[in-house]
């Protein structure tokens, strides 16, 4: 009885042994996934939103140089096609003509802000030409009189890049009129300045140059819109640039410059900076915000007159496309 009591109470003895080692095992195993899991968690909701919103953030600044290396590739087009007026180059009419081009494609990554491994996704954007209306109109006025000798409208077209971010803020950029306009929260602020020039003359009167750019569209054409997360480029061809009107040896009472736009506030901010750089006062023009989303100038508002008064555009086609070009 001894013998067998002895026997049993041993291997009670082993069998809790192992039951308590088995048991340690499981808890080890849960404390340490347990911890896994937490430091995964801290990570997922703690760090990794700010990773992605500063990846995020650091695509939106290659947008911002893929937009202003379209306003940069534009403004040499101008440069270009102006000293080549009157030549083949002009080609507004019928851009499908055979006639020579300059071409230039202008890559834009629109979707960006992935991490490896922990955040592959990509944010997407969509690319657009011609969605919003930018129409600049030009009023001149020879005498103090009301009735216009001169009057313009063109309708300048834009090129817009849409954010849809996921992390960071939203941005729109708007190339319109030579100028490219960022937005942000509803609010809009020019970044780069169209050609659009004031200047006194040794007589105290003004010199006024204004070169807009112009997106062709045909009529009743819909907007070209690409909304992707991968590599596009956009295809510029250079058609034509035309003087409109010159009042060198004619002075000039007035003419009235009016921006339709959906950033009137940042197109009045510029032309206060363009006008104050030139030394000219503010009793010297009237700008206000106008009807429709826009933004009118009136200059001078004084008697001096105009010495001169320069007023071209710079017609260029824009194609997106899938794909660097």
């Known amino acids: 009885m001894r013998d067998n009591s002895g026997k049993k109470s041993e291997s009670c003895k082993f069998f809790f042994f192992r039951s308590e080692s088995a048991s ?3 808890i080890g195993t849960v404390l340490l996934l347990g911890i896994i899991f937490s430091v995964f968690s801290i990570v997922w909701i703690g760090y990794i939103p700010e990773w992605k919103n500063d990846a995020e953030s650091s695509h939106m600044e290659d947008i911002y140089k893929d937009m202003a290396d379209l306003k940069s590739k534009t403004d040499m087009m101008s440069i270009v096609l102006a000293s080549k007026a009157n030549s083949v180059y002009i080609n507004s009419s019928e851009p499908s003509s055979s006639s020579p081009q300059l071409v230039i494609s202008v890559p834009f990554h629109m979707g ?19 969605k919003d209306r930018c129409i600049m109109s030009v009023s001149v006025y020879p005498n103090t009189t009301n009735i216009a000798s001169y009057f313009k409208s063109i309708n300048c077209g834009t090129v817009t890049y849409n954010s849809q971010n996921r992390y960071y803020v939203d941005q729109i950029f708007s190339y319109e009129g030579g100028a490219l306009v ?79 736009t959906k950033h009137p506030e940042a197109w009045k901010r510029y032309l206060e900076k363009a006008i104050d750089e030139a030394d000219i006062s503010s009793g010297e023009y009237i700008l206000e915000s106008g009807e429709s989303n826009s933004v009118r100038l009136t200059f001078p508002s004084n008697s001096k007159g105009i010495n001169r008064l320069y007023l071209s555009e710079t017609v260029v086609k824009a194609e997106p496309g899938i794909g660097l070009n």
């Open 24 to 26: 340690s095992t499981v």
């Open 112 to 130: 960006g802000g992935d991490i490896p491994i922990i955040g592959p996704i990509k944010s997407s954007g969509s690319l657009a030409v011609n």
């Open 182 to 260: 960022l937005e942000q929260d509803n609010q809009s602020v020019m970044t780069l300045y169209p050609s659009i020039r004031f200047s006194k003359t040794a007589t105290n009167q003004y010199n006024v140059s204004i070169n807009t750019v112009r997106i062709f569209q045909k009529p009743y054409a819909p907007p070209e819109i690409i909304s992707s997360n991968t590599d596009c480029f956009l295809r510029l061809a250079g058609l034509d640039y035309r003087l409109l009107h010159d009042s060198k040896g004619t002075n000039l009472n007035r003419f009235v410059l009016t921006v339709y």
